[in-house]
């Protein structure tokens, strides 16, 4: 992943939507038991928060 700093608005919101699809998808995986990687839970939240940290940042 490329440095939050040098995307544009667009770009994050793009990769905000992607990262929330990905999560989506881990919880399915978890419900219907086909998750191995648990931690990848931790990750998606974490780079979700930088994201929008980073747009609240461009929006003042």
């Known amino acids: 992943m490329a440095k939050i700093e ?3 608005k667009k770009e994050i919101q793009d990769e905000l939507i992607a990262l929330r699809r990905e999560q ?12 191995s990687r648990n931690h990848e839970h931790r990750r998606v939240r974490k780079e979700i928060a930088r994201l929008k940290t980073k ?4 929006n003042k």
Request: aromatic share 6%; no cysteine.
């Open 24 to 35: 989506f998808n881990l919880r399915v995986q978890q419900m219907t038991g086909q998750l």
């Open 55 to 58: 747009m609240n940042q461009i």
């Open 6 to 8: 040098k995307k544009s």
